[in-house]
Every structure is written in structure tokens, then in C-alpha cells.
Nanobody
């Protein structure tokens, strides 16, 4: 079992920045690739970003490329999502998730463990 706890959400103005953190406990963090998803009001949960076990392979949804950066610190059992140039459409609950799969995972069913989410609200 892996427990995931997100933090760092809050209110930001358009053009501003936030950094989300997700701390893992339980099984060895470096065994898992990690992803960030988000669910906006009235929308389905969607993939945002993925990082492999060692942190040297990344993948982003087009909507956040150039604005968001996913990273991880295996010594701290933590994955991050740095969000810059925020837009109102980035408003959502953001979830981190862990997967055993070796290759890029973009679908919800490919993830084994989920956090409870952290709210991000971007005002215009």
C-alpha cells in the first residue's frame, strides 16, 4: 500500500504560480512512476503530467506544456507540480497518483494509488 498526501493548493491570480507537493508513505517511493491529474467543476478527472521512477522522463498534457513542471525527490518521497502562468481554466482539484507501470501512464485506470486532492483556484 502507498499513501499519498497532497498539499500546496490555494487561491492564485491569473498569471501567478503555485507549487503542489505530494508526499508518499508506505512502500518504496522510487518503485513507482507518479502522475498528476485534475478535476475541474463539472468535468471529468483529466491527466496533467507524468514522471518516471528516476525523474529523467517527463510527459505533459498539451494544455500545461511550458507552464507546469513535474519533478520528484526520491530521498524525500515527494513529487512536485510547479505551476506557473496560471489561468482560470486551471481551477480544479489536483490529485497525485502512483503507478507500477514502466511506460508513460495517462489514463486513470493505469494508476494504483491516489491522494485525496488539493484545491487550486485561479481568479481572473
Amino acid at each position: 500500500q502507498v499513501q499519498l498526501v497532497e498539499s500546496g493548493g490555494g487561491l492564485a491570480q491569473a498569471g501567478g504560480s503555485l507549487r503542489l507537493s505530494c508526499v508518499a508513505s508506505g512502500r518504496t517511493f522510487s518503485y513507482y512512476a507518479m502522475g498528476w491529474f485534475r478535476q475541474g467543476p463539472g468535468k471529468e478527472r483529466e491527466f496533467v503530467a507524468w514522471i518516471n521512477r528516476s525523474g529523467d522522463s517527463l510527459y505533459y498534457v498539451d494544455a500545461v506544456k511550458g507552464r507546469f513542471t513535474i519533478s520528484r525527490d526520491n530521498a524525500k518521497n515527494t513529487v512536485y507540480l510547479q505551476m506557473n502562468s496560471l489561468k482560470p481554466e486551471d481551477t480544479a482539484v489536483y490529485y497525485c497518483a502512483a503507478t507500477n507501470r514502466l511506460f508513460t501512464a495517462r489514463a486513470r485506470h493505469e494508476y494504483d494509488y491516489w491522494g485525496q486532492g488539493t484545491q487550486v483556484t485561479v481568479s481572473s
